[in-house]
């Protein structure tokens, strides 16, 4: 057991190594308000979303995902919702059309720990960007 | 029955491996551009550009602001990092082959628009890896930006020079973002959609509209009686390097 | 199965060697970590020379790792006993080049995050989706057959017979990934300088004189440093099939130029002026020409009787750095300058883009003395 030093060494190390995410996040302060749920602002003006809530709670993200192929890549921009309304298939225009990115979007995000999805990196939030520009027909 | 381990991992492999040859096989044979249903029109979307009308009022640009304005396309100071949709070169850069040594001046440096060609049978589709770029079947060479990895082969492949890579993140570099289009991420490669997204809407493409001396005609290549056919059947047009059997679907009227 | 507890007994030399190598290797990934955070902007890269050092670098090594069937072909398929003690050391040079290749390619890449999209939505009619496929498969088969065999050596015993076919299965795979990579280039329309059928021979003719250069200068290099010698017989065949290739690819480039300047199509011609005409304000044009030079200097020292044996190591560093800047650099470069529509521009590699090769080239030197490590230690065992 001459090697005892380095092998508790490098056990210890391979630990801290694994819960380092958990550690940062505490660091951080991120992982402190979870007993508190977020508070989510509704849309005012509708009061149906284009799937029942549990739904797009649960799969929003999927559903994004087949709008964007849809869309991109099958030039297929009609979506009929479960209860046969017609919506088209944007981001920026119906989901950001009544909810408020800021307010809805990020704060859920933040709480459940996904606060950069990187559909952000390039789709615009109507709203933050409104002020630069008049919004124009394309 | 009983199943020894070394049977139970044989049996998954083989299976895994099935999977995977299945899949394998339908994409092989379930070409990209066949994917959408074919309608019972044919499309193929094409541009006549006038350069005599363009030639009028040299320097305009007000087809480059358009398009600069409706997608979001960074104005990137170091011109090895631009992007570029719809620009404009001499006339001689952009018909090497087509020139004389007694052209007159006015010709050899009139700026001629160049955006991208949407080949018939385009060489930058042919060696995307990952199909992030393929032809339509209404023509338009098309882009996803979600799936593009940056590697830039179809830039090396592009022989017009139509397609540009995000060296940086465009976002700093837009003056005012149109919320209705995204923007673009740094490590991607983009080019003129033919403002697919107004076509969608029934619009014309941001630059034809944008014209003031009705310089573009766009419209159905596969149409007979479309304006661009009938235009094309009253005057002697040109393509770039139709020689390299892309099939430009942009020509211009010299 | 790997072997590893060998590399883990080492001299001072050889722990200080490695720990340089992981210096470089740290300054290259610090330096990777900045582009990935700011995009390939802070490469010399440019909207006209889209690709560079690090397409060139993977080109170049490519060539490296498929000239490893210059010591497999002879010493499986016509037995040559001379080649026992070299072969696997080709068989490793072959497994770390390739590794260096993905390397080269995934540092090239806009969107690293989506590399396995090649995968997931597989483009058969893409080059780079068999080159893909080449390059992986040839980096198994190498791996299978260096390691099974130095395992049954190890224990003493035959290596297994399925390892045979693999090896010799090996041989026409090397040529494959070669030639899918000329393919890459030489079936652009758009880019006339690739736009030859000479392009793949080329490169394979470069590649197997670049890659026993190597091999020769990492042998000599064992014999120096360990008590390893491949025997002279190994290294003398070596140098032949080194002068052979370099004498060919010479001849390739020389066919070459022939082709373009007396059709004199100006758009083949352009880029050879923009490669090679000195005072035109090119950049690469200087490197172009000492390439040539230490082409011919090398040929020179390998047909001379009396400078072949004494000036071996010369002529090899000649030859590795010669087709280094030619293929390593001028090749890619070349096709993008000037650009379809004639614009010239300037391409210089970045500070952050050389010590990303560097780091690179780190692990590849790295990997290589592990492996030889192993590959030694387990010969010493045996022998002794």
């Known amino acids: 057991m001459r090697d005892r030093v380095w092998i508790f060494a490098g056990l210890a190390f391979f630990v801290a190594a694994l819960t380092c995410p958990a550690w940062y996040a505490v660091a951080n302060g991120k992982a402190s308000n979870k007993s508190k749920p977020p508070n989510l602002e509704l849309p005012a003006n509708q009061k149906e979303c284009v799937a029942p809530a549990g739904t797009m709670r649960a799969a929003h993200m999927q559903m994004l995902i087949q709008w964007r192929e849809d869309v991109v890549r099958h030039g297929d921009r009609r979506f009929v919702a479960f209860n046969g309304k017609v919506y088209e298939k944007s981001l920026t225009r119906t989901c950001l059309g009544c909810h408020n990115k800021e307010q809805f979007c990020d704060r859920c995000h933040a709480y459940s720990g996904v606060s950069d999805p990187y559909c952000w990196n390039c789709h615009n939030d109507p709203q933050t960007v409104a002020g630069s520009r008049t919004r124009s027909t394309p | 029955m009983k ?82 949709w719809i620009w404009t070169e001499p006339d001689a850069t952009v018909f090497p082959s087509a020139q004389t040594d007694f052209a007159p001046q006015t010709v050899t440096e009139t700026k001629v628009p160049l955006l991208c060609n949407h080949c018939a049978n385009p060489p930058c589709t042919r ?128 | 199965m790997l072997m590893l507890d060998k590399a883990l007994k080492g001299s001072r030399r050889y722990w200080m060697w490695l720990l340089c190598l992981l210096c470089v290797i740290v300054a290259g990934l610090c330096f990777y970590l900045r582009q990935l955070n700011q995009g390939l902007g802070i490469t010399g890269l440019s909207r006209d020379v889209s690709w560079g050092l690090y397409i060139a670098q993977f080109t170049f090594f490519v060539g490296v790792a498929a000239s490893a069937v210059m010591v497999v072909l002879p010493y499986y398929l016509h037995r040559e006993k001379q080649f026992a003690r070299v072969t696997i050391l080709g068989e490793f040079l072959a497994i770390v080049s390739v590794i260096m290749c993905i390397l080269f390619i995934f540092v090239d890449l806009g969107q690293p995050s989506r590399v396995l999209n090649i995968i997931l939505y597989p483009s058969p009619r ?61 079936g652009l329309a758009g880019r006339s300088f690739w736009l030859t059928a000479i392009l793949a021979p080329r490169f394979l003719a470069s590649a197997f004189s670049s890659g026993p250069a190597l091999l020769i200068l990492l042998c000599l290099a064992l014999r120096k440093l360990t008590a390893y010698d491949v025997g002279k017989d190994a290294i003398r065949k070596l140098a032949v099939i080194m002068t052979y290739a370099m004498t060919i690819n010479v001849f390739f480039v020389l066919v070459e130029v022939f082709t373009v300047f007396y059709a004199a199509i100006p758009e083949h011609t352009v880029h050879f002026e923009y490669l090679y005409l000195l005072g035109g304000g090119h950049n690469l044009a200087p490197w172009m020409w000492v390439s040539a030079i230490f082409a011919i200097a090398a040929l020179v020292i390998l047909f001379t009787p009396a400078w072949r044996r004494t000036q071996l190591p010369i002529a090899c560093i000649l030859v590795f750095t010669s087709l280094w800047l030619e293929k390593g650099l001028g090749l890619i470069v070349g096709g993008f300058v000037p650009s379809p529509l004639g614009a010239i521009a300037h391409y210089a590699p970045s500070l952050p883009e050389w010590t990303i090769v560097a780091g690179i080239w780190s692990v590849g030197a790295f990997l290589i003395t592990v492996f030889y490590k192993i590959v030694l230690s387990v010969r010493e065992e045996v022998e002794s």
Not at chain 2, 31 to 46: I, L
Not at chain 2, 214 to 237: I, K, M, Y
Request: aromatic fraction near 8%; include cysteine; proline fraction near 7%.
């Open chain 2, 3 to 84: 199943i020894t381990r070394k049977d139970f991992l044989r049996i998954s492999g083989l299976s895994l491996l099935a999977a995977g040859c299945k899949r394998a096989a339908e994409s092989v044979s379930q070409p990209a551009s066949s994917v959408r249903a074919a309608s019972t029109q044919p499309v193929r979307w094409g541009m006549v550009i006038d350069l005599s009308k363009c030639r009028e009022k040299d320097g305009c640009n007000a087809c480059i602001h358009a398009c600069n304005a409706a997608h979001n396309i960074p104005q990137i100071a170091n011109h090895a990092h631009e992007v570029k």
């Open chain 2, 127 to 254: 060696v995307c890896p990952t199909q992030a770029t393929w032809k339509r079947d209404d023509g338009i060479v098309m882009m996803d930006w979600h799936r593009c990895i940056g590697c830039r082969y179809c830039v090396a492949a592009c022989p017009y020079g139509s397609r540009s890579f995000n060296f940086e993140d465009p976002r700093p570099s837009i003056e005012s973002i149109n919320p209705d289009f995204p923007t673009r991420t740094k490590g991607v490669v983009e080019k003129c959609n033919f403002c697919e997204e107004r076509l969608a809407r029934g619009l014309k493409p941001a630059c034809v509209d944008a014209c003031p001396q009705r310089v573009f005609t766009f419209g159905n290549l596969a149409d007979p009686e479309s304006e661009p056919r009938q235009l094309l059947r009253e005057r002697f047009a040109v393509q770039r390097e139709p020689e390299l059997g892309t099939g430009p679907s942009v020509f211009y009227l010299v």
């Open chain 3, 126 to 186: 893409s080059l780079m989706f068999w080159d893909m496929v080449s390059l992986s498969g040839y980096l198994l088969l190498n791996a299978i057959v260096a390691f099974v065999t130095l395992r049954a050596e190890r224990e003493e015993t035959p290596a297994p017979r399925w390892i045979k076919p693999l090896a010799i299965l090996s041989i026409p795979w090397a040529i494959s990934i070669h030639t899918v990579t000329a393919f890459l280039y030489s």
